[in-house]
Nanobody, 123 residues
Framework: QVQLVESGGGLVQAGGSLRLSCTSS????????TGWFRQAPGKEREFVSV???????YYADSVKGRFTISRDNAKNTVYLQMNSLKPEDTAVYYC?????????????????WGQGTQVTVSS
């Protein structure tokens, strides 16, 4: 069973920055599309950002220009640098990974999930 371990969440003021990390136990991590979804209270889980097997990044429109995703295959880790944070970015952020290397914005297409990390942005 693949395990994804997230870290880096916390409380920050609007305009601040956080960096999330997700480390995978999967030995073939480099071939997996991996990234982040988020879920705010009372809302459905939504796509944030994913990096595919070739390190090509994909972003939701709401975070383009503010968030940057990257992967380090030597460390089996994906990073999400979040800048210019807004109160509406407040949510639990879940790391996700799929056996296929190609991007998808549909959470149903992901096979593995982390436990989630809370990000709270105060106004």
């Amino acid at each position: 069973q693949v395990q994804l371990v997230e870290s880096g969440g916390g409380l920050v003021q609007a305009g601040g920055s956080l960096r999330l990390s997700c480390t995978s136990s999967e030995s073939t991590f480099s071939g997996h599309a991996t990234g982040w979804f988020r879920q705010a209270p009372g809302k459905e889980r939504e796509f944030v950002s994913v990096v595919d097997w070739s390190s090509r990044p994909y972003y939701a429109d709401s975070v383009k220009g503010r968030f940057t995703i990257s992967r380090d295959n030597a460390k089996n880790t994906v990073y999400l640098q979040m800048n210019s944070l807004k109160p509406e970015d407040t949510a639990v952020y879940y790391c996700d990974s799929r056996d296929r290397g190609y991007y998808s914005s549909d959470s149903k297409n992901y096979d593995y999930w982390g436990q989630g990390t809370q990000v709270t942005v105060s106004s």
